[in-house]
C-alpha cells in the first residue's frame, strides 16, 4: 500500500538553543497523527545544537546549516523555504507540544481551504518547566471556544496585543507566499506583523483548548526589552503602518486607533515606570513622554495613583530628584 506524501511540516530554526532542544524535539516526534516532515535549521549555532538534533531525531529531522546567521525572520522564512508541503508549523527551540496538537491542527485546515493559520491556545512555563501564572505574562488567545475567524475578524483584538503565540500556530504555506512571509525589519513583532497581514485576506481558525507550552525564561528577548524601548517602539511602527494602509474603510478607524494607542500608551507609561527604578531616568523620561504623546488621557491614569503621580511628575521636573528618591540603583 503506497504512503501518501505528508501534508505538514513542523519546522523549528534553532540558534544556540541546546539546553532545552532535547525535550521540544521529544514533543515532537512523539505526536500521534499522520507522517510529517521534519526540518531544523541552525543559524550558526555556537553550541552543540546541531550534534544534539543527530542524536535525539536521526533521519527523521532534516538540518540546515545557514552559511551565514539570517537572523529572526530570515531563518523562519528559511524555514518556509525548504518546506515541502502544504501546511508548516514553526517551532521555538525550547517550547514543548502537547498531545494532539499536530492531528488537531490538520484536522482544522481540513475544514476549510480558506484557512491560513491554524492557533491554539497556549500555558507559559518557566526554565524549570512550572507554570508561570498569568498574572506575570498575559496568555493572549482569540477566546474560550473554538472558532473560525473570517479574513479581518480579528483585527481588533490583534490591535490591541499579539494573541497568538508563534509555537501555537501552523501556517497554510500558500498564505506565507501570499503576504510576502515575515518581515526581517522587525525584530520584536516578526511573528505580530505576519499574522496582521495573513488576517487580511485568510481565515483564522482558533482551538481554544491550550496543547502546547511556552518557554519564558532568563535567556529569553521578553526579559532583555525593560533594559530600553525597542520592542514599544517596533509596536507603534507595526501600528502605524497598519491604520495606514490596512484598515481605512474597514473598521470604525478612529475608535480602533485610539483604544489602540491608549494600551500601547499604558506599556510606555510602565516602562518609564521600570526604567526610574532601575536609574535609567533618560530612558524613564522618554518614554513618559512617548505616553503622553500617544494618549493625552493617560494623564488621568497617572494622577488617578498619588504614588505613580509624585513619581512621574518628580521624573518631568527634577530627573535628578527622581533618581535619588525612586532608584533602586541610585
Known sequence: MAISAPLLTVAIPTCNGAVHL??????????????????????CSEDETVPL????????????VNERRLGLAGNWNQCVSRCETPLIAIM?????????????????????????????????????????????????????????FDSEEVFESMAMGNPLRCSAVTIRVAAHRDVGGFDPSYRYVVDWDFWF??????????????????????????????TGRADLDETKRMLESLFLDDLPGRFALDRLRKKSERRLA??????????????????????????????????????????????????GMAPRLARRWFSVNR
Open 197 to 226: 497581514r495573513v488576517a487580511r485576506h485568510w481565515r483564522v481558525a482558533w482551538l481554544a483548548i491550550p496543547t502546547v507550552k511556552v518557554r519564558w525564561h532568563q535567556a529569553s528577548e521578553t526579559h532583555r526589552f525593560k
Open 92 to 148: 521555538h527551540q525550547d517550547d514543548i507540544l502537547g498531545p494532539g496538537h499536530l492531528a488537531a491542527h490538520r484536522e482544522s485546515f481540513g475544514r476549510d481551504n480558506r484557512i491560513g493559520l491554524t492557533c491554539s491556545a497556549s500555558t507559559v512555563i518557566d526554565d524549570q518547566g512550572g507554570e508561570v501564572p498569568a498574572n506575570v505574562i498575559e496568555r493572549g488567545g482569540l477566546g474560550t471556544a473554538d472558532r473560525i
Open 22 to 43: 532535547a525535550e521540544t524535539l521529544h514533543s515532537i516526534l512523539s505526536q500521534e497523527c499522520e507522517p510529517f516532515d521534519l526540518i531544523v535549521s541552525d543559524d
Open 266 to 315: 499604558r506599556a510606555f507609561l510602565n516602562r518609564a515606570h521600570d526604567a526610574l527604578g532601575s536609574g535609567q531616568i533618560d530612558l524613564a523620561r522618554n518614554c513618559l513622554s512617548e505616553a503622553v504623546r500617544l494618549s493625552p488621557q493617560i494623564v488621568g491614569v497617572i494622577l488617578a495613583d498619588p504614588r505613580l503621580a509624585l513619581q512621574m511628575s518628580t521624573l
Open 53 to 64: 538534533v543527530r542524536a535525539e531525531a536521526g533521519e527523521r529531522a532534516r538540518i540546515v
